[in-house]
């Protein structure tokens, strides 16, 4: 048999097995080296294939994609600085669990470390980064390898899916000829690809681990449930049962399932970023225990909240294995799936708090909520604003993408809760500003309406990923903060600093026309500076098939004293609620 027919058997075995094992979407970049395996996934034609020229671009959008439709994506280049482009991506996606399945093309090993043109050390080059690295076997018809084929297609989407979910890579060595012969029969073999099962295991608590737990919380008294950024089915319900039965409060991160939806949301305190924000609040308030699901929340003042705190009871809950708990200060791991424990830790009804802790809870979450929501619709509008207005007109069953820096922090202040059913996502894995729009794009694939929400840097950082929007069609809301620099540093002690160097190394400023961007990009364009305005620049994009922009202008100054004035008021309420006797902790 012929290397051409080798070839094209061992690849088609390959990409028909990596589709039966449910992978839907394959993000390819062109190039030379990686042609076996391009061709081939067009040629099959049952995985979606998109193209993207860009690696860094690609791999933030498989990001977005993976996260938004909860299935393993994979990704395909070249050999060379190709594959080093995947590396932000790859990171991101291994810290916030997302499964992507990187393959690299690579030189035959004959060609390496010998000054061949495009070849570099691809064995395992993203570390520990990912979950299995694998180099595959040199393409062979022999039926023992093409199960081996099998075998690794189906063990790399069982390890990208399976708790904790994560990023794999597969480095494949390929001599040329480079083009398949899919004039061959029987190429795809369907009769003898593998299955693949994901089980969903039963993970309540056993009794001796409730009573394990609550010996640990007897008598305590002042204790609350975090949930941080997580996407667990049935997680809300569970969690709403949880605090119903205990009577505790949720502080509920923007990125967690608690702050929309259909579920009771009575015990669901969303402001609590706001109402710890002044440290003289912090040490008033006394905690015994905190039981704390999904991964650690935005809010630096709870960071800092919970680390001034000591003899405090700390679980986390994690669903197979995993220490993100950097506080400092020592916790009790549970491990299970997290609705399944919520529901367990639900059935002990000896564990109850106090109604005047709880209640206390409400009343300055509702005290924040009226300080917050207050728009002054005839001044110009704040990076507040921006959140306020987009909760109040994104259509239901849609998604909110959210960038980092101050955009994530301005959703975790201002985005309160709703009934509406809205999914949340940004990438907090690293919280890096880069490929934020690639990762908005693929969560647009669905079908679901996405609105982005993301400052002028992060936005000029990862601009290079609207080329897919020109490419395809998506339907994406842009709204752009553009404050001329890095805002988030306004905020910071660099700020307080007289120097003549924060502005050049932090604030950062740029002058790029946004509308003239919008215009190479196709993008239909708004710049709104009243709130009525920006309200009806929302809906008109809401009707438009494409990508929208809509840009908001502001004073990294003025969106300083904006926001501490907000945040004095919401001190003062909170302190002012002290003096009353039925608030004393």
Known sequence: MNYKESLTRYVAQFVAQLYSSGVKHVVISPGSR??????????????????????????????????????????????????????????????????????????????????????????????????????????????????????????????????????????????????????????????????????????????????????????????????????????????????????????????????????????????????????????EIDIDFVIRFGAMPVSKPYLQWIQSKTGVEHFIVEEVEGDRDPTGIGAHYVYGKPDHIARSLASRKDIVMPSEWLQSWQDWNAKAKVILQKVNEEELLTEGDAVLGIQETIPADSVLYVGNSMPIRDVDTFWHTSDRSHQVLANRGTNGIDGVISSALGAAVSGRRVTLLIGDISFLHSMNGLLLANQYRFDLTIVLINNAGGGIFSFLPQAKQESDHYEHLFGTPQQIDMKKVSEIYHMNYNQPTKWKDFLAALNKSYQYHGVSMIEIRTDRKQNVEWHREKWGKVKDAILDSFEDENHVL
């Open 34 to 283: 990686s042609t076996p395996l391009a061709l081939t996934f067009a040629e099959f034609g049952s995985s979606k294939v998109w193209v993207d020229i860009d690696e860094r671009s690609a791999g933030y959008f498989a990001l977005g994609l993976a996260k938004q439709t909860k299935e393993a994506v994979a990704l395909l280049c070249t050999s060379g600085t190709a594959a080093a482009n995947y590396y932000p991506a790859v990171i991101e996606g291994y810290y916030s669990r997302v499964p992507l399945i990187v393959l690299t093309a690579d030189r035959p090993h004959e060609l390496r470390e010998v000054g061949a043109p495009q070849a570099i050390d691809q064995i395992k080059m993203y570390g520990d980064y990912v979950k299995w690295f694998h180099e595959m076997a040199l393409p062979d018809s022999d039926s023992k390898v093409l199960q081996y084929v099998r075998n690794q297609a189906n063990r790399a989407v069982t390890t990208a899916m399976h708790p904790n979910r994560g990023p794999v890579h597969l480095n494949f060595p390929f001599r040329e000829p480079l083009i398949p012969d899919f004039a061959i029969d029987d190429i795809w073999q369907e009769e003898k690809r593998l299955g693949f099962l994901q089980t969903n295991s039963s993970s309540y608590l056993a009794e001796q681990d409730l009573n394990g737990i609550a010996d640990k919380l007897k008598n305590k008294r002042k204790g609350i449930i975090v949930c941080g950024p997580a996407d667990n089915e049935g997680l809300a319900q569970a969690m709403a049962a949880l605090a119903q039965s205990w009577n505790i409060p949720i502080l509920a991160d923007p990125l967690s399932p608690l702050r929309n939806g259909k579920h009771d949301k009575d015990y669901v305190i969303e402001c609590y970023d706001a109402i710890l924000k002044s440290e003289e609040v912090r040490r």
